[in-house]
């Protein structure tokens, strides 16, 4: 038998009901009256025709799969209480051992029904000083100094490699953590890792990975290291990981939680989420892989403090249609990705700051594309009708330049292209 006639038999065993037509990314996708914040926040009055290229979602379908779950789901008019059905955690496993060749314990896995930004913030308050430790001792007067009980020191800061997307230090301000922004040493190529020992005391580590707002995929080393000296300083790493199912195709994001050294697992927390992967953040969801048992009892513990357990009704819906079914339709996003992001860095060229390997951001110097480091934002706006994220939000690090989303249908990017040819490109 040859290949190709094997391959003719097997198809008739496949399931015709699951075949997809290819997904179309190239025709205009109309959001209108979908009450997309991305658009809205784009279409300020006497600003018409302006492409939104500021938050982070897609202008582009997603998977069919997830429209049949949801549709099939809704048909059955129970919508109380649900439990978590575990099959959802093999389901995560399954994804990590497919797309990223890596073994993921189903037990580490916590299915959320909150989007990654909230889980973020409450898993921040496991790692805060436990509730009922003594306030610091004020010396009693004649007492003698070895008898004051040992007093609680203060919570060491939440540290996080800056420029970052701009919510872990709005997370941390939200939850009154102390925290320290590390600059991001940056070479020819792009940002770098730091890799020497942490500057001070920690209690957690914060780090997007791959980088929001440069896209940068971290390399595995680095990361191990990074987990190390997090280790040393007894903190936390938490590595937010929503744009690493999004890896262009040629590179390999590196999942922390079985990058680390096996020794160093049980302070490493992945996040990730469905959301920012298959474009259906508007039903909050997440998950978390967590390998150390106190900690993610804890965390459960957290959540429930809000209300929140594994196993919401829709997440699970989502999560699982995107998990199981969802694969070729990332496959041709992440070709339509990769195309687009050569068509605009061939277009930039220097004024591209770090080359992109991920997602579909772009981290932009201003002044190399002739605005005002300062304005740059209204200045694109008025020149080229592209509306982006200021540097200025993602931290000090990030002024003077612009973050663009190009996730956008082919056609459109075609006019993005064109209206950027207005600017004094380098
Ligand atoms: C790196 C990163 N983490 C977390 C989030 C938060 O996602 P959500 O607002 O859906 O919780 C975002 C959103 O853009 C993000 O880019």
Redesign the pocket.
Known sequence: MTEDSFQRTDDRFRNLSSVRPTPDFDSPFDRAGTGSSKWARADAPGAPGVIPMGL?DMDLPGPPAIADALRQRARHRAYGYTVCDPAGRSLVADWYRARHGVEVDPDWVLLLPC????ALRILLETVRPEPGRPEPARPAPGRPEAARPEPARPQAPVLFPAPE?G?FAQLCRAARLDYRELPLPIGPDGYRLPDGPLPGPASAVLL?SPH?PSARVWPADGLRTLAARAAEAGALLVS?E??GDLTHPGHVHPVAVTTADPAHRHLVVTLN?V?KTFNC?GIPSSFALVPDPGLRARFADALAGYGLWEGGLLEQTVQQAALREGGPWLDALLVHLATARTRLTALLGPAVRSAPQASYLLWLDAAALGLPPQDARRALLERCGLEASDGAEFGPGGRGSLRLNYALPGSVLTTVLERLERLDLP
Do not use: F, I, L, Q
């Not at 989007?115 to 909230?118: E, M, N, Q, V, Y």
């Open positions: 982070a989007g990654p930004r909230t997307w919510g997007s929001n937010d929503v744009h989420s959301g953040s």
